[in-house]
């Protein structure tokens, strides 16, 4: 089991910069596939990025050269460096992590970008 606490949200103006962070209660070392996913209001959740445990990365394509995932086994953190941010990219952020056992969640950090 683990258990996941994402922050850094907020509300930011279109055009500027975001990092959300999700802190792990265990060790991220050998979890291999580390995620943020995304719901906008009325739709359905998706994914924004994911990370393995060897970095390699994979981005939704509304996303990609803005976003960038990165993970600090040391600190057993995920990072969502998010840039040039958009209206359309506001959500309630989520952290998810794939166990043996099943999928986890964090609670969820609010982004909202105004135009």
């Known amino acids: 089991q683990v258990q996941l606490v994402e922050s850094g949200g907020g509300l930011v103006q279109a055009g500027r910069s975001l990092t959300l962070s999700c802190a792990a209660s265990?060790?991220?070392?050998?979890?291999?596939?580390m995620g943020w996913y995304r719901q906008a209001p009325g739709k359905q959740r998706e994914l924004v990025a994911g990370?393995?445990?060897?970095?390699?990365?994979n981005y939704a394509d509304s996303v990609k050269g803005r976003f960038t995932i990165s993970r600090d086994n040391a600190k057993n953190t995920v990072y969502l460096q998010m840039n040039s941010l958009k209206p359309e990219d506001t959500a309630v952020y989520y952290c998810?992590?794939?166990?043996?056992?099943?999928?986890?969640w964090g609670q969820g950090t609010q982004v909202t970008v105004s135009s």
């Open positions: 265990r060790s991220i070392f050998s979890i291999n596939t």
């Open positions: 990370i393995t445990s060897g970095r390699i990365t």
């Open positions: 998810n992590v794939r166990l043996p056992d099943g999928y986890y």
